[in-house]
């Protein structure tokens, strides 16, 4: 069904938005603030983006801020890409969804707050899944996420650039499409992962894209013994997609990189939300909201829920 | 003569094989994506759409058993897979980007080693290629050496014609054969091919690439390339010739199987030692393995490219590294 999209925010949002992180940059790195920024440079392919590392203020005019912006860059400050992670303070520019992946990351001891200069963007939304890499942001091709998100105006940055314009009513497709996976019986709710499962190739980019997976030796890739079938079947994959929703509960800051990196179109952050629901019902927590050094599935509370110890 | 045959004949064409007991992979729909997959009826040939992944899948599959094991009282039993019992296949639809892949890995997978599980697939398998009309935005096979309307590696070629159906001409003798074996599928007379796809590649200098690569493993270009790669194995798994594979034993002590599934370069455990040393320490010493392996390694060993231009990496590096863009400027440097 062919529908009528508005196109959100006009080019003067994403040009402002551009313009204050260059200007930021420049002045950061100029009077030595920081040693680096990350952020974002135009990609080869129109309105695509690649993530980048900015050392030199004369290079500041090469960062830019699109409806491709899609990536979390709090990937680059964890300890999987220590290597290139420089020293001393880093500004990053973060949207609201990022900046929880930060405040999880503040509270996992992985950041030190001192050691960083948060560039937040008042965010009007990224494209989805499925927009082409020319398409404008639209009302069509805003991604699923930022549909309901509730960041857009971050809190706790250094400084805020751009200003977000009025939006539409968006209605929650995600919410709608857990709602009904919550309606189905445990059946159906199996058939709908084993289908989706079958199709994970174990390429681990729902891993690498994750800024909370920076474990150095991830479970799932052991061998000396193996702890879960590495090979792309049908008991490792459904194995390995348990172990990964379970290590996120409680931490996954809903920036849905996972999903989006994934090659084979997985919903992932069904589980994610799903997962963040049940952490919300039992503890009453809420992951990335403010950095908490311990989360729920981490910490012991004598008034913690017992029942299910029989 | 040129032969055609409409689309409708040719997914009749597809039943009939089913019935004679063939095995037909063909893209076909897999949830929100196309794959290449068994189809059980013609009607589920999706023509026109390139697959998410590639078609090496069809000679190389993600996973397959090698041997299995069992230990009981009376000792340890091991069996073998009979790699002379895969079935007979077509493999349908497949663009000139994956047509031609198969053909680039007979070479390694039959260099020090034939690889009976491969190249028995290879010599069971009849391919008909589909000429590309649409393009997008990643395609380059026009700068690898290839083009929409190539028919390298098919046994049988098609190209879409105006008005609906495809021009369908034997390249190989086994495709002659197969032609002459359901003539009754085919038409005579002229049609005209719709146009051909145009991808807007940038022609890359593949010998002066080589070159730079000759002299440059410790350029400090390769951080500028690949800091941001985040060593996933999305580009490797879903390109039509990286071939890598891992092998693992897993059950448990009594029954179990030995597996071989796809590996990728871009893991950081990849050359992980057993000792714990990693020559590839970090990320970005091995995105430039995959930038030698593909146009130098294998050109020096096979004579041959290891890219067919399909643009699979380009889509779907969650980093947005286009392999294009490190050619280019590769290219550009003295
Ligand atoms: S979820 Fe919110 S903060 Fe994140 S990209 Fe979408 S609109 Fe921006
Ligand atoms: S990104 Fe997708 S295909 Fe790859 S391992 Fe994760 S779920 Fe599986
Ligand atoms: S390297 Fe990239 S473009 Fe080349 S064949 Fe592989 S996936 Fe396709
Ligand atoms: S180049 Fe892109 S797709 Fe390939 S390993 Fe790196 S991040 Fe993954």
Known sequence: ???????????????????????????????????????????????????????????????????????????????????????????????????????????????????????????VGVKGAGAGSGEALTTGTIARKCRECTVRAPEGADVVVGAVPPLPEFSPVEAEELARLEAMTPAERWAFWKGHFSRCIRCMACRQVCPFCYCEQCLCDRNRPQALETTPRPAGNMAWHIVRAMHLAGRCAGCTECERACPMDIPLNLLNRKMARELKTLYDFEAGLVPVEKGPLTEYREEDDQSFIK | MTKTITEQKLRSLMDLLLKEGRRVVAPRQAGSIVLYEPIDSGEQLVLGIMPRRSAKETFFPLCETILTYGKDGNGVMVSDVDAGAFPETILVGAPPCDAAAPAVLDAVFSWDYNDEFFLERRKKTIIIGLACTAADDACFCTAVGLSPRDDKGSDLFLTPVAGGGYLCDAVTKKGKVFLDTYASFLAGGEAKPLPSAEPAATPLDLAGIKDWLESNFESPLWQEFADRCAGCGACAFLCPVCHCFDIVDEGTETKGARRKSWDACGFGKFTNHASGHNPRDIQNKRYRNRIMHKFKYYQDKFGQTLCTGCGRCVRSCPVGIDIRAVLEEIQAKP
Do not use: W
């Open chain 1, 1 to 123: 069904m062919q529908q009528n999209h508005t196109q959100l925010a006009d080019d003067s949002y994403f040009a402002a938005v551009t313009n204050a992180i260059r200007t930021e940059t420049t002045k950061l790195l100029s009077e030595g603030t920081v040693a680096a920024v990350i952020g974002y440079q135009a990609g080869t392919r129109a309105g695509t983006v690649i993530p980048t590392i900015i050392t030199d203020a004369a290079k500041a005019g090469d960062l830019v801020f699109s409806p491709g912006c899609v990536n979390n860059l709090a990937l680059y400050l964890t300890k999987a890409k220590k290597e290139v992670r420089p020293a001393g303070k880093v500004a990053i520019i973060a949207k609201g969804c990022d900046m929880r992946a930060l405040a999880g990351l503040l509270g996992e001891s992985q950041l030190k707050r001192e050691e960083l200069h948060i560039i937040g963007v008042a965010c």
